[in-house]
C-alpha cells in the first residue's frame, strides 16, 4: 500500500470589512504613509470591530467558507487545530469555540500557541494526524485579531498589524500531493525582544499591568528584523536542499507577511524571481496567524495540481519554519 500523504484539498478565509488606511493612521499617530510603505510595505490593513466579536468569529467564517467549496458538512470533521495568539479568552481553546459556532460536531480541538509561526506548525501537527490514517478530516485554521493587543498609540507597532483568519482542509492522498516536509524550530530565549508582558502566569492582571500597558504587543523591532531575515531565508533554504529542490522546481514561496524587506530576503536566498513570490502584506498588513492560508486562498485559482509550494514563516518565540506542499488540485 502507498504511503498516505496530507493533501490540502479547501481553502477559506474571513477578512473584516473595515480598512484601516495608511492616511487613517497618520490622524492617529505620528507617522506617514511613505514611511510606512517604504519601511514595511503596508498601505492598509483590515480590523474586525464590533461588540463581541473575537478571533472565533472571524476563524467560524472561514471554516465554513472552506466547507462550502468542498462540498462537505460540519459533522465530518475529525478534528480542528486552531493557530493563534489572540484567543477569545485564557481557556478554553478557541478551536473548541470554532467549532461551536462551525456546527463541527464530531470533532476535537486544541490552540496551538506560536505567534505567525502558528500555522506551520499547526499544519505539521494536522498532518501527522492525517498521515497516521486515524483522521480522514482535519482542518486547521490560522486567525488573529491583532488590533485587540495593539497599542494604537505606539507607532512602532500599530502600523503593522491587521485582523484577519485563514484556514485549509486536510484529506488523505495516496498519489504523493500535500505536504511533503516541515522544518520547524523555536528558541525561547528570543521571547525578550518580542511578547506581552502581564496577563499570564508570570504576571497576571491587575490595575497596574492596564495602567502599564502591559497588556499590549511589546517589540523590539529592529532585533526582530534581523533575526526574521536570516531564520526565514536559511531555514527555507534548507528546506530546498535536503530536498534536492532548485528554484527552478518551485512554483511559489508563501511568506509569512511580515515586512517586505524580510520577503524579499528570503526569495532571493532562494533564488526565486519575485513572480513567484506571494505577497498581499500591502492589503492587510500582517495578521500573524492567518497571513500563509490568506495567500493560498487568494492565490488558489492560480494553483495548479503537481506545484511545488515552499511555505515559510518567522515570529515571536522566536519561532520559525518552512513546509514544502506539493499541491493537490486545480481549481480554476
Ligand atoms: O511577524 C512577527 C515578527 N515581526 C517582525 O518580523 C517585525 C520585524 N521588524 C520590522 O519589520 C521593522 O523593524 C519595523 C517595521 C517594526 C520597524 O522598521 P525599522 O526600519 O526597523 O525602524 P526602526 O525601529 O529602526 O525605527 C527607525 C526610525 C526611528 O526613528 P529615529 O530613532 O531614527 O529618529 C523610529 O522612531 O523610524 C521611527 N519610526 C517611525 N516613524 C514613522 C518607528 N515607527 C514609525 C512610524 N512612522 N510608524
Same mark, same amino acid.
Given at each position: 500500500?502507498?504511503?498516505i500523504?496530507?493533501?490540502?484539498?479547501?481553502?477559506?478565509?474571513?477578512?473584516?470589512?473595515?480598512?484601516l488606511?495608511?492616511? /487613517?493612521?497618520?490622524?492617529?499617530?505620528?507617522?506617514?504613509?511613505?514611511?510606512?510603505?517604504?519601511?514595511?510595505? $503596508?498601505?492598509?490593513?483590515?480590523?474586525?470591530?464590533?461588540?463581541?466579536?473575537?478571533?472565533?468569529?472571524?476563524?467560524?467564517?472561514?471554516?465554513?467558507?472552506?466547507?462550502?467549496?468542498?462540498g462537505?458538512?460540519?459533522?465530518?470533521?475529525d478534528?480542528?487545530?486552531?493557530?493563534?495568539?489572540?484567543?477569545?479568552?485564557?481557556f478554553?481553546?478557541?478551536?473548541?469555540?470554532?467549532?461551536?459556532?462551525?456546527?463541527?460536531?464530531?470533532?476535537?480541538?486544541?490552540?496551538?500557541?506560536?505567534?505567525?509561526?502558528?500555522?506551520?506548525?499547526?499544519?505539521?501537527?494536522?498532518?501527522?494526524?492525517?498521515?497516521?490514517?486515524?483522521?480522514?478530516?482535519?482542518?486547521?485554521?490560522? *486567525?488573529?485579531?491583532?488590533?485587540?493587543?495593539?497599542d494604537?498609540?505606539?507607532?512602532?507597532?500599530?502600523?503593522?498589524?491587521?485582523?484577519?483568519?485563514?484556514?485549509?482542509?486536510?484529506?488523505?492522498?495516496?498519489?504523493?500531493?500535500?505536504?511533503?516536509?516541515?522544518? /520547524?524550530?523555536?528558541?525561547?530565549?528570543?521571547?525578550?525582544?518580542?511578547?506581552?508582558?502581564?496577563?499570564?502566569?508570570?504576571?497576571?492582571?491587575?490595575?497596574?499591568?492596564?495602567?502599564?500597558?502591559?497588556h499590549?504587543?511589546?517589540?523590539?523591532?529592529?532585533?526582530?528584523?534581523?533575526?526574521?531575515?536570516?531564520?526565514?531565508?536559511?531555514?527555507?533554504?534548507?528546506?530546498?536542499?535536503?530536498?534536492? @529542490?532548485?528554484?527552478?522546481?518551485?512554483?511559489?514561496?508563501?511568506?509569512?507577511?511580515?515586512?517586505?524587506?524580510?520577503?524579499d530576503?528570503?526569495?532571493?536566498?532562494?533564488?526565486?524571481?519575485?513572480?513567484?513570490?506571494?505577497?498581499?502584506?500591502?492589503?492587510?498588513?500582517?495578521?500573524?496567524?492567518?497571513? $500563509?492560508?490568506?495567500?493560498?486562498?487568494?492565490?488558489?485559482?492560480k494553483?495548479?495540481?503537481?506545484d511545488?509550494?515552499? @511555505?515559510?514563516?518567522?515570529?515571536?518565540?522566536?519561532?520559525?519554519?518552512?513546509?514544502? *506542499?506539493?499541491?493537490?488540485?486545480?481549481?480554476?
Open positions: 500500500m502507498s504511503k500523504t496530507a493533501a490540502i484539498t479547501s481553502v477559506g478565509a474571513f477578512l473584516p470589512e473595515f480598512r488606511t495608511n492616511a /487613517l493612521l497618520e490622524t492617529m499617530v505620528e507617522t506617514n504613509d511613505e514611511w510606512i510603505k517604504t519601511r514595511t510595505g $503596508i498601505d492598509e490593513r483590515r480590523i474586525l470591530k464590533g461588540e463581541g466579536l473575537a478571533s472565533s468569529d472571524m476563524a467560524a467564517e472561514a471554516v465554513k467558507d472552506l466547507l462550502a467549496k468542498r462537505i458538512s460540519a459533522e465530518e470533521i478534528c480542528i487545530i486552531c493557530a493563534t495568539v489572540t484567543p477569545d479568552m485564557v478554553p481553546a478557541t478551536a473548541n469555540i470554532v467549532g461551536d459556532k462551525a456546527g463541527l460536531k464530531n470533532a476535537f480541538g486544541f490552540d496551538v500557541s506560536a505567534a505567525c509561526s502558528g500555522f506551520l506548525y499547526s499544519l505539521t501537527v494536522g498532518t501527522s494526524l492525517v498521515e497516521s490514517g486515524r483522521y480522514k478530516k482535519v482542518i486547521v485554521v490560522g *486567525v488573529d485579531k491583532m488590533s485587540s493587543i495593539v494604537y498609540t505606539d507607532r512602532a507597532t500599530c502600523v503593522i498589524f491587521g485582523d484577519g483568519a485563514g484556514a485549509v482542509l486536510l484529506e488523505p492522498n495516496e498519489e504523493g500531493y500535500g505536504v511533503k516536509d516541515s522544518l /520547524l524550530r523555536s528558541d525561547g530565549s528570543g521571547r525578550i525582544f518580542l511578547h506581552m508582558k502581564a496577563g499570564g502566569s508570570l504576571k497576571p492582571s491587575s490595575m497596574e499591568t492596564v495602567q502599564a500597558k502591559e499590549y504587543i511589546y517589540q523590539e523591532g529592529q532585533s526582530v528584523f534581523k533575526f526574521a531575515v536570516k531564520g526565514m531565508a536559511d531555514i527555507s533554504y534548507e528546506l530546498m536542499e535536503r530536498n534536492n @529542490l532548485t528554484a527552478d522546481d518551485i512554483a511559489w514561496l508563501v511568506p509569512h507577511q511580515a515586512n517586505l524587506r524580510i520577503i530576503a528570503t526569495a532571493n536566498r532562494m533564488g526565486l524571481s519575485k513572480e513567484k513570490v506571494m505577497i498581499n502584506i500591502q492589503k492587510y498588513g500582517n495578521t500573524t496567524a492567518a497571513t $500563509i492560508p490568506l495567500c493560498l486562498w487568494e492565490w488558489e485559482k494553483l495548479n495540481k503537481g511545488n509550494i515552499i @511555505l515559510a514563516a518567522f515570529g515571536g518565540g522566536f519561532t520559525w519554519g518552512a513546509t514544502w *506542499v506539493k499541491w493537490a488540485y486545480d481549481s480554476k
